[in-house]
């Protein structure tokens, strides 16, 4: 009865995060076999300064910096990323919604800051 | 002064200078008919009698920058502090919304530009001046360089009734309050009652006005949501180098204009944000200050606070008497 009632338990909990990921179309962990998208973080540029992704198709962004720490930000695929300098960061990312998306560096790297940003096309 | 709504103002504005630079607005934050209660128990609160008293926000000067779009260097911010002074009713305060230097990765020469921004301010005829940080200012040390200049970055004060806190979203590099100062103002807040008239200032939007270029506070909603147990809450806000008037439920945000450069209303414009052109034959165009009334007194269903906006380019106009004149009289 009790081990029954754990099983419901961890299968409910398994549920909800799953369900959260799928909200989110983003998470951290990631597969072999799913693309994998170089970007280098780099004041006050990103490169490549423009990618382009498939709805509904999952890929990993693996960002690094090459100087300090950076931000990678785009509200509607919810990504919101620190990028410390001299460590690399995956995202696994699904994108649910197509258009053109200005992915913006949100942690204040000097004073070209505020024009750091890259494209994300989502088709 | 009589009350006209922004829009009404505005055309008497244009008509008067030619170009719409002298705007008013009369938020009714503090209107309603409980407000005799509201000061009553805000004196309470604070151990200061209501009063009424103006003040002045100032935004944006980017001491020590001296790139494109804009060749002024500190003369936007030297003309502010003249048009201050040379106002009818001396202002009890400035609040200044960050920003107040250009960052660099040179200590020594950032400290001189706060040194530069202070000589320049403590020329405001002004008994009280009062800062918070811009991302310029504290976004590469976490805010140590700014705090030895001007002190904490986040804060509060009690003045004639009205009570003013300090936000900083800037000093953690990103656009974020964080879960201490969210705990402190939470504390800070309690003591007040529900209509207490209550000033926020801090650099960033609280609310997503335009994410894509950082214009926003990651975790606003859940300073909005400590605030909506309070009725009168109006929050003075920069960054954005234009003004801008919102509201979120009960609370009203009012972006100030910079002393720098502007930027382009961001409705329909795609892509990077791009500082509006200089104009060389209107240097202080789209520049300004904002003045702030409180007028203290118990007006069921109508406005204890008035904002207005002028652009520094009046003076040009008109001279400093002819702005003074608009202020005292509308109708002109």
Request: overall charge negative; glycine content about 8%.
């Amino acid at each position: 009865m009790f081990q029954e009632k754990l099983t419901k338990t961890a299968f409910l909990t398994a549920l909800c995060i799953t369900g959260l990921l799928a909200l989110s179309g983003t998470k951290h962990a990631h597969a072999d076999d799913v693309p994998v998208i170089e970007i280098t973080a780099k004041r006050f540029s990103f490169s490549p300064d423009k990618i382009t992704l498939k709805k509904g198709q999952t890929v990993i962004l693996r960002l690094h910096s090459e100087d300090v720490t950076h931000g990678f930000f785009l509200r509607p695929l919810h990504l919101d990323e620190e990028i410390p300098a001299g460590h690399t960061t995956d995202v696994t990312v699904t994108p649910q919604t197509t258009g053109t998306f200005m992915t913006i560096c949100d942690h204040f790297c000097g004073a070209n800051h505020g024009n750091m940003n890259m494209t994300i096309v989502v088709e | 002064m009589k009350q006209h709504d922004r829009r009404s103002f505005l055309k008497i504005a244009g008509s008067s200078l030619g170009v719409g630079v002298l705007y008013s607005a009369y938020p009714a934050a503090l209107a309603g008919g409980q407000a005799g209660n509201m000061f009553a128990s805000l004196g309470h609160a604070s151990g200061e009698q209501v009063a009424p008293f103006s003040f002045v926000q100032l935004s944006d000067a980017h001491v020590g920058f001296n790139g494109p779009p804009d060749p002024l260097g500190t003369r936007a911010f030297e003309r502010a502090v003249d048009m201050i002074n040379g106002l009818s009713q001396r202002p009890d305060l400035v609040l200044f919304t960050g920003d107040l230097t250009h960052d660099t990765e040179d200590k020594d020469t950032h400290a001189a530009r706060m040194k530069q921004f202070q000589e320049i301010s403590k020329k405001i005829n002004v008994p009280l001046i009062k800062h918070v940080p811009g991302e310029h200012d504290a976004g590469l040390d976490g805010g140590a360089l700014y705090r030895e200049f001007f002190g904490e970055s986040h804060y509060s004060f009690d003045h004639r009734g009205v009570h003013f806190v300090a936000l900083d979203n800037v000093s953690r590099a990103k656009p974020e309050i964080g879960a201490d100062q969210l705990a402190w103002l939470k504390k800070d807040l309690a003591r007040f009652s529900k209509s207490a008239p209550i000033v926020i200032f801090t650099h960033r939007p609280l609310f997503d006005l335009r994410p894509d270029w950082e214009w926003f506070t990651s975790d606003g909603d859940e300073v909005m949501n400590a605030l909506t147990a309070y009725d009168n809450v109006t929050v003075l806000y920069g960054h954005i180098h234009r003004d801008d008037e919102h509201e979120t439920g009960k609370i009203h945000h009012y972006a100030a204009r910079s002393l720098i450069f502007a930027f382009p209303d961001p409705v329909g414009v795609q892509g990077p944000r791009k500082p509006l052109p200089f104009d060389k034959d209107h240097p202080f165009k789209n520049l300004g200050i904002r003045t702030v009334s409180f007028n203290g007194r118990s007006q069921p269903a109508s406005s204890s606070l008035s904002v207005e906006d002028i652009e520094l380019t009046a003076r040009e106009f008109r001279g400093i008497n002819g702005v003074q004149q608009l202020l005292r009289n509308p109708n002109v």
